[in-house]
């Protein structure tokens, strides 16, 4: 008798989605990874050393994981807020007492945004300390600092959302800063002198007004859940391709014989 | 004690008590993995360089990774809520007001410069120098593997800049600055009505030249002395490095542009150490704690 597993195995639907055999060989392994859309980010092979997470940390791994676990998260807490200072609050206060599984989802999306910025500071010092950075991989370095500026910003931008006090004031605190940029703020030096006042400069503009208001409110949310998570994407993107680009992870120089 | 322990407890502060412990341990780890290296002819990581499918052997330790982060994201958001206050109230300020606990250390500069120089000076040479290092660096030793006696120089400097000026500088923002941003030690009650004495004084003051004339004005000497006190720091540090340095094999790896980027980072990381020192120290020693070096009319450093 034919197991129904085998007999599915055969069938014209199985090899429909599934383009190759599971049997454990050489060319089954590497074609699982090179005809899977999100598995061909990898190479077919790399060295042993590439999978000791005593050298890696794995900390860029989960920084990509805390990622998508916070994109999906934000979308279902999209449904239940409404970025007006008449509602946001209220939805607030809604999901974290009416909405089944409201708090739960509310406390993974800001517990994983904290640990995303710890594991990306831990993934920047594993790669300093392995000079991950030298040639060829300059450039990547590059593209993580960006990645850095922009998951402060991601987080910096969710935080104001909640709307209540401790996010009014912490953006209150961070965006006082913009007052004082060099030339294009009110209070920086040079800025008076160039016509710079509270209604027209960089922090008004940061701001939508002369304080944290309902349109800061706007453009965070729009910021936070539009602009900056495409912009992230598109450096992710650049940043694990050139990784592949640049030769694959990090390592020895095994050429040569002494260090 | 109890003040402390409801500070560091309070659900935004958990992550950065693990913050702390996981800096520690990897610090350490890092470090332990160097020295092995470092006392073999070949690092540990040349060894392992046969090559393995990443099927099964890296899928498998990314599964499991997401697996441990998934229970641990779960667990912690099924016991700690995340915080939600009263609602927004632009006319009611709490005391201390602090920006999110990444930008503490930055907040903490706020006491040492003022905010031109701390909140938009600092984090934009700190981004640029950041992306400077891999073209600054010319070391091709210690490429892809820890060590640390084929790259001291740039291993310390990045020890002090991440660990001290960085992680310390947001514990101490986080759970040492209470009402006022003033300083409390953690037995203390974060009592707001603390009185600090207000004594600094500039540094001109200190060899007896008055930052401000009796009418009020500007002392164009003051002035004067900050300016050849900055630029004497940033020319004679920088120059007497120069002279020291400019015949060694080093210097002419890397040439001027990388020599003199790496030395005007260097040296303003030094900066904001010397200007941090000569606020906190003096009162120790019971003398006046330095507020400006360079005061003028449009800017004061």
């Not at chain 1, 409404?82 to 406390?107: H, I």
């Not at chain 1, 992230?232 to 990090?250: L, N, Q």
Request: one cysteine or more.
């Amino acid at each position: 008798m034919i197991s129904p597993m085998k007999k599915f195995r055969e069938s014209e639907i199985y090899k429909s989605i599934f383009r190759h055999k599971y049997d454990d060989t050489q060319r089954n392994r590497a074609l699982q990874i090179v005809d899977n859309v999100f598995l061909h980010l990898h190479p077919v092979r790399i060295p042993r050393h590439a999978t000791n997470i005593g050298f890696t940390w794995g900390m860029g791994g989960i920084t990509f994981l805390l990622f998508l676990i916070l994109t999906l998260t934000g979308v279902i807490l999209m449904f239940y807020y409404r970025p007006t200072a008449q509602y946001a609050y209220e939805d607030m206060k809604y999901l974290m007492n009416d909405v089944a599984f409201g708090p739960f989802v509310r406390n993974m999306h800001r517990w994983a945004a904290h640990a995303m910025v710890i594991t990306v500071m831990l993934h920047m010092f594993r790669v300093f300390l392995t000079g991950s950075y030298k040639p060829p991989r300059e450039f990547n370095w590059v593209i993580g600092v960006l990645l850095l500026v922009l998951t402060f910003l991601l987080s910096f931008t969710g935080y104001l959302l909640p709307w209540d006090q401790l996010s009014i004031w912490a953006v209150t605190v961070g965006t006082n800063m913009a007052r004082a940029t060099p030339l294009i703020g009110h209070e920086g030096p040079f800025g008076p002198e160039l016509g710079m006042r509270i209604d027209n400069d960089i922090r008004f503009l940061l701001l939508g007004g002369t304080q944290v208001g309902p349109p800061t409110l706007l453009r965070f949310y729009v910021g936070h859940c539009i602009f900056l998570p495409l912009i992230a994407a598109i450096f992710m993107v650049v940043h694990f391709w050139r990784i592949r680009k640049d030769g694959g992870i990090s390592g020895p120089d095994t050429t040569k014989k002494t260090f | 004690m109890k003040y402390f322990l409801e500070i560091i407890t309070k659900p935004d502060n958990i992550p950065i008590v693990g913050l702390l412990f996981l800096v520690v341990f990897y610090t350490w780890f890092a470090f332990k993995k160097a020295r092995k290296n470092d006392s073999q002819e070949i690092p540990d990581e040349a060894k392992l360089d046969d090559k393995i499918q990443v099927w099964p052997y890296l899928v498998r330790v990314e599964f499991l990774g997401t697996l441990i982060v998934f229970a641990i994201l779960a667990v912690w958001s099924i016991t700690i809520d995340a915080p939600l206050e009263q609602a927004a109230d632009p006319s009611l300020t709490p005391n201390p007001s602090k920006a999110p606990w990444y930008f503490l250390g930055l907040q903490e500069l706020l006491v040492y410069f003022d905010p031109w120089i701390a909140g938009v000076m600092l984090p934009s040479i700190i981004i640029i120098g950041l992306m400077a290092i891999p073209y600054i660096d010319v070391n091709p030793k210690g490429n892809g593997y820890y060590t640390f006696k084929d790259r001291k120089f740039a291993i310390l400097t990045y020890y002090f800049g991440f660990l001290i000026l960085w992680i310390a500088l947001i514990i101490l923002g986080t759970f040492l600055r209470g009402p006022g941003w003033n300083f409390f030690l953690p037995w203390e009650f974060w009592d707001t009505h603390k009185v600090v004495v207000l004594n600094n004084i500039d540094l001109s003051e200190l060899i007896g030249i008055p930052t401000k004339l009796p009418d009020n004005s500007l002392n164009i000497w003051a002035t004067l002395f900050g300016f050849t006190f900055v630029t004497g720091f940033f020319g004679i540090l920088g120059g007497w490095h120069y002279n020291k340095f400019k015949k060694t094999e080093l210097f002419k790896l890397m040439g001027p542009i990388r020599y003199w980027t790496t030395s005007a980072l260097f040296l303003g990381m030094g900066f904001v150490v010397l200007k941090m020192s000569l606020r906190l120290l003096p009162p120790i020693f019971g003398a006046y704690p330095i507020k400006y070096f360079w005061v003028t009319p449009w800017f004061n450093i």
